[in-house]
């Protein structure tokens, strides 16, 4: 799976309102500005405005009637209207969380829940387990839309469902320990029967509409808002990998538990299961070494490629042959690296050479999917200068590509993995950032 950034113009999303579950393509976004909500229907590529109030932090849509929602950022009434006609808006119960189903809809602020059976034209109350029920989040189940639920703030932190899309609630169970103020519903899609519940930088699953909850994940408090990254296995579905700043995690549950790892993983093989790689270290003035594991991480083996106490960080890259990968260097500090910047291996990283070309410090690398292996490398240039690098000759020598007006460090690279020939590329610039697009392999960009 690959991420490339919506740009949906100025006004960058601050938020996504909805994205359309039988129409990949359908994405609604609002952001802070005169624009505040964007409509696209081609992933992104183009946008229309929807007029409304100029702050909107969030809101949600009812895809069965096409009705959108919307919570102003000034603490107004909820509004809504039709998603794809008209320009008034209706008002509804001042809110700060708002979920729409089915033609029906639920609002929580300050402990108050209101319903709309007619997709937001009027509301009513709702009451909970007596009027002490302080609801802070909603939720509709994606698949069933007469499922819903409610979570009750702190201290008791009750999570109630409903089966008749809102109008009535019954007590389900309740989260222990102090759910704080903030907290979010997801529903996984299916029987409507499995929660998943943010809270306070928690994350609870239940199996059973809401009666009994565990933690994600089961083991110690990891991973954690410190995750850096996430690995997956070539073929074992359930097996995957978290690195952290200073240690890694491993399940073979598809993430429901978890067990540390020997050494902090900086990837996998996409062609071999059970090949993973990681990096060891001795300390702050002893350094590092490059490890390997072929038996899914659960031991690992020193391979004769080290590193000094200022090389701290590590991608990993997959080449074109099964064999063949790639790993990329960074410094921790502003001494002058005494080692080359990147290696390469041939033999499933068992062995390694130094890739010479590189001058500059990697911060970013990606490649090119399918066959004819194109790399590339965003290095830490000063403005002024190139900071994207490609490789056509797996790293043998490395040509700048410019990016029209713009230069300096490039922090992040993508390649559209159906389409080669289109790159994004971020930029750190003196007043913030800058992303491009090229749809020709970097030949021009926008």
């Given at each position: ?73 000034f603490g107004g009434p909820l509004l809504s209207k039709p998603l794809d006609s008209g320009t008034v808006w209706i008002p509804g119960p001042v809110a700060q969380e708002v979920a729409a189903a089915g ?119 990891f991973p954690s808002r410190s995750s850096r990254g996430v690995s997956f296995d070539a073929a074992a579905t359930g097996l995957r990998f978290v690195r952290g700043d200073v240690a890694s995690q491993r ?98 990283g068992v062995t390694w050479t130094a890739v010479t070309g590189l001058a500059r410090e990697v911060l970013s690398v990606a490649r090119s999917s399918g066959a004819g292996l194109a790399l590339y490398a ?69």
């Amino acid at each position: 799976m690959s991420w490339t950034p919506l740009d949906a113009g100025s006004n960058q999303p601050q938020c996504v309102i909805g994205a359309n579950p039988d129409l990949g393509t359908e994405v609604v976004t609002c952001s802070i500005g005169i624009a505040g909500i964007r409509h696209s229907l081609d992933a992104g590529t183009t946008w229309t405005t929807i007029a409304s109030h100029q702050d909107v932090r969030g809101g949600s849509i009812d895809w069965t009637t096409r009705t959108v929602f919307v919570i102003p950022g000034f603490g107004g009434p909820l509004l809504s209207k039709p998603l794809d006609s008209g320009t008034v808006w209706i008002p509804g119960p001042v809110a700060q969380e708002v979920a729409a189903a089915g033609g029906k809809a639920l609002a929580a602020r300050g402990g108050v829940l209101s319903y709309s059976n007619d997709h937001g034209v009027s509301w009513q109350g709702v009451t909970i387990g007596g009027a002490d029920f302080a609801a802070i989040a909603v939720a509709y189940a994606p698949t069933r839309p007469e499922i819903a639920y409610a979570l009750e703030a702190a201290p008791a932190s009750r999570m109630a469902k409903s089966v008749d899309g809102g109008a009535t609630f019954t007590i389900a169970g309740a989260i222990a320990g102090d759910g704080g103020g903030n907290a979010e519903i997801a529903v996984e899609a299916g029987a409507g029967d499995r929660v998943i519940v943010s809270v306070e930088g928690r994350v609870l699953r239940s199996i059973d509409s809401g009666a009994t909850w565990q933690p994600l994940p089961r083991a110690g408090d990891f991973p954690s808002r410190s995750s850096r990254g996430v690995s997956f296995d070539a073929a074992a579905t359930g097996l995957r990998f978290v690195r952290g700043d200073v240690a890694s995690q491993r399940s073979i549950d598809a993430g429901l538990t978890w067990q540390p790892v020997q050494d902090l993983v900086i990837g996998t093989s996409p062609s071999r299961s059970g090949l993973v790689f990681g990096v060891r270290a001795f300390g702050v003035t002893f350094g590092s070494v490059l490890s390997r594991s072929v038996d899914s991480g659960v031991t690992f083996q020193e391979t004769p490629l080290s590193f000094n106490r200022n090389q701290s960080e590590f991608r990993l890259v997959a080449g074109e042959a099964p064999s063949e990968f790639f790993v990329f260097v960074r410094t921790s500090s502003q001494v002058p690296p005494a080692q080359a910047l990147a290696y390469r291996s041939t033999d499933e990283g068992v062995t390694w050479t130094a890739v010479t070309g590189l001058a500059r410090e990697v911060l970013s690398v990606a490649r090119s999917s399918g066959a004819g292996l194109a790399l590339y490398a965003g290095v830490d240039a000063p403005i002024g200068e190139a900071g994207l690098f490609r490789s056509l000759n797996h790293g043998t020598s490395w040509q700048a590509i410019v990016t029209g007006d713009v230069s300096g460090p490039v922090t992040a690279i993508a390649v559209d993995p159906a389409n080669p020939q289109r790159l994004f590329v971020a930029y750190r610039l003196a007043n913030g950032a800058e992303v491009l697009r090229s749809v020709d392999g970097g030949a021009t960009w926008t």
